[in-house]
């Protein structure tokens, strides 16, 4: 490696190599709706002299870059933890770095650093953390650090009281402990299950009798009343003795649980099916390469075919009360409409039969964002307003509610309706400071942004724009938030702050790529993780304010991968045959490759990313660095080589990303055959020898392309590919195509393995077989639907110790050696 951590630039080396021309100053790539579309965007020349193998792009990326993992501020706000891979193995050790340069912590101080969960008294005087499941507390005036748990239990769920006690949970109980004396308190302990009984007076004849009868008997009852009565007063009479018991009941399973600052009041969420396995169904997958030698039955995920509803119900518990209330979800708006009504009529016509709509009681749960990490139940700062995301099983609504503790019922702060489905990110939400009024996300706009909204009034939409806002974050004062947003073009996302009063924007990067932010302690500074599309991600620092100027901390980058000879993607926004909006790609082109040559044709393969909802095309290092390698080496043997941002993909907004309702593989086939148009007329490409291939949602769409429209690609590759949706997961799943007991119609339209008939060009399927997100269970129903149907144009890899995501280096090549002959010989 070129840099070793101990000689990584520290605080106050000026940024270098980062700064790029204009955002809109390459202009070679312009579109026939270049008025509503951003421009393509300058990306880095090409660099390094020796040409990349196909060994080198898929070996252990140890030899490309360590970059810098799980960085946060320490509570100084001048110090900066992260975490760096180790040589050749999984272990990571941890380094600091701030003003007096860089250094490793010894594993005997890792519990001193903190973490970047760590959360702050309301006087600024105390830090709390975890570390291995123990709680510590650093005082921030004398700098020491106290240990306040030490078991082989696991403490969770850290936070002040108004008190200044820190409260903190170990599986079910919470408990409360004074940073000062030590003193731990258990505050309310949940049990599942019923309460106990205690002893019962005899209620049956035979009962009656044998106390009157048997002495014995008689005695050894009054002897347990005593003792429980005994008890009884003994709790309430000497107030060190913990008595809060909470009992869920029978057949229930605890969900959620938040207790409130103030430490009175408590949000548990129960379910009759416990939301994580649903009392369902569940499949086996067998690993046929075990430890033992001998196949290990491994339990996989249930299919989305075989969920049944799961409905929670809210308690609300006054702890000094000694009371609980059932929380109805009828006060929210829509909470019994009919959502799918025009589904299931199309559905019923479909089968001879007719479907009437009703009115009735949705399955309703708690909801929380796939991406952020904070509880769906969220506190005001003194403990006396409580507000919940809820979702409903339908996955069409999402409500804001908060709780009105004295008549038990939830009063609704927000809906977000979508026709299609809620998404499952930019979903934050949370309190202003100190006052009663919240702030959320919301795509009701068209776009995730920013509103404000106090509990008794209207919200007011803080950020607006064709552009998407993530990862807010709330000054102290409630004067601004911090966030990230692709503001200036799709693929470039910086970091800006928000005057929560006046809605003024102001832009604190400029840095023309992927940048990731976290705001120090002190709010003064500004924690940055970026990338740009040549370059894995590095740590710089800037000042938390407009036009900042970042200094680079970080330079993990090896000289062997900057010596190696890439081709730089262009990103071109390609007409749309079918949306007013542009599908954003990069491009590789060939490396001999000359604008507006003519003459012989070029052959040319299009990527597609996986995951639906994600995005490629961005000026950011990718998840997909050794495809990045690959498609470089492609390009330098002649090759274009494009990947699409297809409709589905993240960063475009919500009509982008519902685009496929119930038609999975259709727009996003439409938006290829716009790819290899665009290639035809821009690139010099022989439509006739355009290639495909993708992994995931990726190897999906091969399919979808070579069943469907065989005539779009000569040759196709499928890795780790879905075949038919109703043996995928729900929660993905079911967004997107209802469920197959309502819409089998959807399960039909998108699923690849009813249109394997229109199979008639070179296929290649790629199967991991221990892959427990896409089942190896789908290529092998897929492979006999072929053996069926008598195809002989594909033929099947399997990878029996690869998981999903392919691990070891020599999968990866088998992989793509594959992938690379499939294209050599058949375009």
């Not at 030490?150 to 769920?157: A, L, P, Q, V, Y």
């Not at 850290?158 to 940073?179: C, K």
């Not at 000879?565 to 749309?576: D, F, Q, R």
């Not at 491009?587 to 012989?600: F, I, M, N, Q, T």
Request: charged share 25%.
């Amino acid at each position: 490696m070129k840099k070793s951590l101990l000689s990584i630039a520290v605080a106050g080396l000026l940024l270098t190599g980062c700064q790029t021309t204009s955002k809109h100053s390459n202009t070679d790539e312009a579109t026939s709706n270049s008025a509503v579309v951003s421009q393509a965007v300058q990306t880095p020349l090409d660099f390094g002299s020796e040409n990349i193998t196909l060994e080198q792009a898929m070996a252990d990326p140890d030899w490309i870059s360590r970059s810098p993992e799980s960085a946060f501020w320490g509570a100084d706000s001048n110090t900066i933890y992260f975490n760096q891979k180790q040589v050749g193995n999984q272990l990571r050790d941890t380094f600091s770095i701030n003003s007096q340069g860089t250094e490793q912590i010894a594993l005997a101080n890792l519990h001193e650093i903190g973490n970047n969960n760590a959360t702050y008294s309301a006087d600024g005087k105390y830090q709390a953390y975890t570390f291995q499941g123990n709680i510590f507390v650093k005082n921030l005036v004398t700098k020491q650090t106290k240990q306040i748990t030490r078991s082989s239990d696991k403490e969770t769920i850290i936070q002040f009281m108004v008190s200044g006690e820190l409260a903190f949970r170990i599986a079910d109980t919470f408990f409360t402990v004074n940073v000062e004396t030590g003193l731990t308190k258990e505050l309310v302990k949940i049990n599942e299950g019923n309460a106990p009984q205690g002893t019962q007076e005899p209620s049956t004849y035979i009962a009656k009798e044998q106390h009157k009868l048997i002495d014995y008997v008689a005695l050894t009852h009054k002897n347990a009343l005593d003792k429980e009565g005994r008890q009884a007063q003994l709790e309430s009479q000497n107030k060190t003795i913990a008595d809060k018991q909470i009992y869920i009941g029978e057949g229930k399973n605890l969900v959620e649980a938040s207790i409130s600052p103030s430490g009175d009041k408590l949000i548990v969420v129960v379910s009759k099916d416990n939301v994580f396995s649903q009392s369902t169904k569940k499949d086996m997958m067998p690993n046929y390469i075990g430890q033992d030698g001998n196949i290990v039955p491994v339990p996989a995920r249930s299919r989305v075919a075989d969920n049944k509803p799961v409905e929670v119900e809210v308690l609300y518990y006054d702890l000094k009360a000694d009371s609980h209330k059932s929380i109805s979800f009828d006060t929210l708006p829509g909470f019994d409409e009919d959502v799918l009504a025009n589904v299931k009529k199309e559905n019923a016509a479909a089968i001879g039969e007719s479907y009437t709509s009703k009115k009735e009681p949705r399955a309703i749960k708690m909801m929380r964002d796939w991406y952020w990490s904070q509880s769906p139940i969220q506190w005001n700062s003194n403990g006396d307003q409580v507000a919940m995301m809820f979702k409903a099983w339908d996955n069409k609504d999402r409500w804001i509610a908060t709780l009105d503790f004295e008549n038990g019922e939830l009063e609704p702060q927000h809906r977000l309706h979508d026709t299609a489905w809620v998404n499952y990110a930019y979903n934050d939400f949370g309190w202003l400071n100190n006052e009663d009024a919240l702030f959320f996300l919301s795509e009701e706009s068209g776009y995730s942004h920013l509103y404000v909204k106090p509990i008794d009034g209207k919200a007011k939409q803080i950020t607006s724009g064709k552009f998407v806002v993530s990862d807010p974050k709330l000054t102290k004062d409630n004067s601004k938030f911090f966030f990230k947003a692709n503001v200036e073009h799709p693929g470039i996302y910086e970091i800006y702050s928000v005057d929560v009063n006046t809605k003024e924007k102001s832009a604190i990067t400029d840095l023309n790529g992927m940048t990731d932010f976290v705001l120090s302690p002190d709010e003064s500074k500004v924690l940055l993780k970026h990338s740009k599309i040549m370059m894995p991600t590095e740590l710089y620092v800037a000042d938390a304010k407009p036009n900042a100027q970042p200094k680079r901390l970080t330079n993990t980058v090896s000289d062997e991968f900057l010596n190696k000879k890439l081709i730089a993607p262009k990103i071109v926004a390609v007409p749309s045959s079918h949306t007013d909006e542009p599908i954003y790609a990069k491009v590789y082109y060939p490396a001999d490759y000359k604008p507006g040559e003519s003459g012989k044709k070029r052959k040319a393969i299009i990527f597609n990313h996986g995951a639906g909802y994600l995005q490629n095309s961005h000026m950011g290092w990718s998840v997909y660095f050794r495809e990045f390698m690959f498609h470089s080496l492609l390009a330098s043997e002649g090759y274009v080589v494009m990947d699409m941002d297809y409709r589905a993909s993240k960063g475009y907004g919500r009509d982008w990303r519902t685009a496929i309702y119930r038609q999975m593989g259709t727009p996003e086939i439409q938006d290829l055959a716009d790819g290899v148009k665009w290639m035809t007329q821009n690139a010099n490409v022989d439509e006739g020898s355009v290639g495909t291939y993708g992994g995931s949602y990726g190897g999906f769409m091969t399919f979808m392309a070579l069943f469907t429209q065989p005539e779009l690609f000569q040759a196709g590759a499928a890795l780790r590919p879905v075949t038919d949706w109703a043996y995928y997961n729900d929660p993905y799943t079911s967004n997107i195509l209802n469920r197959p007991d309502v819409d089998p119609i959807a399960y039909r339209r998108s699923s690849p393995i009813y249109f394997a008939e229109g199979l008639n060009k070179p296929l290649l399927i790629n199967a991991p077989m221990i892959d427990d997100n896409v089942f190896f269970q789908d290529v092998v129903r897929l492979v006999q639907r072929f053996i069926e149907l008598e195809k002989e144009n594909f033929e099947t890899a399997i990878y029996p110790v690869e998981p999903h995501g392919f691990v070891q280096p020599s999968g990866w090549l088998d992989e793509y050696r594959r992938i690379y002959k499939l294209f050599k010989e058949n375009l």
